[in-house]
């Protein structure tokens, strides 16, 4: 995506957000696409630290900033205690915490992983998604607007991690996973009661549904609005729940209208866990797979199924959790195990598949600002990519010891800000 184009699309979705706001999951455009320049590239535990904070528990999810005030999740071990906090960015002091209770049992893969997603605000309300225990939104001053407490009970041995992202007058929430397990009789049933996968969109001022798809699998990854000849869509990978279900054949990267939750288009090739989101740009989706599972792209613009439009499949590759990123005519992306990839968006051929491995383990998703890829991996460094199909890395930058994360950098006004298990830091360059 050039400069021109990705500037378009950030006024088209994301108009009242300011260039130096980041107000959702990926930033403005939900994508990881920052346009500021001149932004940090060298930092440790104590150079161009300008704060850090504590934090009481651990989470995965990644802060959004507002203007002064930045928005962070967490949970206690179990999830019996989920909580939104409301930070002064210019020191990270508490200005305040709202907490949910939650008394039932939710299924995840460690009991710290309670705080995956990340919140969404307009500048005048902050809407969070607390899996199980409810949608809830709220006003500056942490005043409570409304709630949804009765989305069903979310259930996946992996959790949940999808954010809410806004849409006109739409607050739109894909509900789950929920994972398909077998009765005593081998039939499916669904884990949970009240259990679904559902793209739900309510209203963000009263939090009524509007509309609501329901799909037959689920899947982690936040839905992206972008838009398509001019007409704007959700793209969304649904995708197995489990290894006994990789081959059937209704497993889809999906386009529908956001206005009215229709489907608009499928696109086959999806087949294992769908962690990441979808990317877009030049008219061309992209879907990855975690689990060893393919990745894909496709030229949007038909309707029903557009199979046939696939640029190409990569059937199988290494654990994908972290979302990639589109710059001009190539997609980047590092695998969990730490192998990155430049990849030709026409193509699908890798041109940094003989490249040495730049950090271990990752699940962060990459931001792109001012021709650097910046990625936070899961010891709690920065690797720092030149945007080119010429590899080449820039800087690796650590924190202290012990350090470990599952977050992704969040970019406001000339500021990172790195979210790990112990503290929140702001990175910041002395003037």
């Not at 409301?86 to 200005?95: E, N, V």
């Not at 998604?129 to 001053?141: E, K, P, W």
């Not at 069903?152 to 397990?181: D, K, M, R």
């Not at 936040?222 to 197995?240: A, H, M, N, R, Y």
Request: charged residues 25%.
């Amino acid at each position: 995506m050039n400069r021109l184009v990705a500037a378009v699309f950030l006024l088209s979705i994301a108009s009242v957000a300011r260039a130096d706001d980041w107000p959702a999951w990926r930033g403005p455009t939900g994508q990881g696409y920052c346009f500021e320049k001149n932004l940090p590239t060298k930092w440790s535990a104590k150079e161009n630290v300008k704060w850090k904070i504590k934090l009481e528990q651990p989470g995965n999810s990644t802060p959004i900033i507002w203007k002064d005030k930045i928005f962070l999740t967490l949970a206690n071990k179990g999830g019996t205690v989920r909580s939104i906090l409301c930070l002064d960015r210019a020191d990270g002091k508490l200005l305040w915490k709202n907490d949910v209770a939650y008394a039932d049992k939710e299924q995840n893969w460690t009991p710290d992983w309670y705080a995956n997603a990340s919140p969404t605000t307009d500048g005048e309300r902050v809407i969070v998604s607390f899996g199980s225990a409810g949608m809830y939104c709220y006003d500056f001053a942490g005043k409570e607007l409304w709630k949804r407490t009765n989305l069903g009970h979310w259930q996946h041995s992996f959790g949940n991690s999808s954010s809410p992202v806004l849409y006109n007058e739409l607050a739109i929430l894909w509900c789950g996973p929920n994972a398909t397990y077998k009765d005593k009789d081998g039939k499916p049933k669904k884990g949970g009661k009240g259990a679904r996968n559902v793209l739900l969109a309510v209203d963000k001022k009263t939090g009524q549904t509007v509309w609501e798809q329901d799909e037959k699998h689920g899947s982690w990854g936040t839905p992206l609005i972008v838009s398509v000849k001019g007409k704007d869509q959700i793209l969304l990978g649904t995708g197995p729940d489990a290894k006994s279900v990789q081959d059937l054949p209704d497993n889809f990267l999906k386009g529908y209208d956001p206005k009215t939750g229709a489907e608009l288009w499928r696109c086959h090739g999806v087949n294992s866990y769908c962690y990441t989101s979808a990317l877009f740009a030049n008219d061309v989706a992209i879907q990855m797979c975690g689990y060893g599972g393919a990745a894909m792209a496709v030229k949007v613009g038909g309707a029903s199924d557009i199979t046939s439009n696939r640029l190409w499949l990569h059937p199988k590759n290494n654990q994908r959790v972290g979302s990639g990123i589109i710059v001009g005519d190539h997609v980047y992306i590092i695998d969990d195990n730490g192998a990155q990839h430049c990849y030709e968006l026409a193509t699908g051929k890798d041109l940094w598949k003989d490249e040495k491995r730049a950090t271990g383990t990752n699940w962060g998703s990459m931001v792109h600002a001012d021709g650097k890829l910046y990625c936070l991996t899961r010891d709690g460094s920065t690797v720092i990519f030149n945007a080119s199909p010429k590899y080449e890395v820039l800087a690796i930058n650590r924190l202290e010891a012990g350090e470990s994360t599952n977050s992704s950098p969040a970019i406001s006004n000339g500021e990172i800000f790195l979210r790990t298990n112990r503290y929140l830091w702001c990175i910041s360059e002395k003037k």
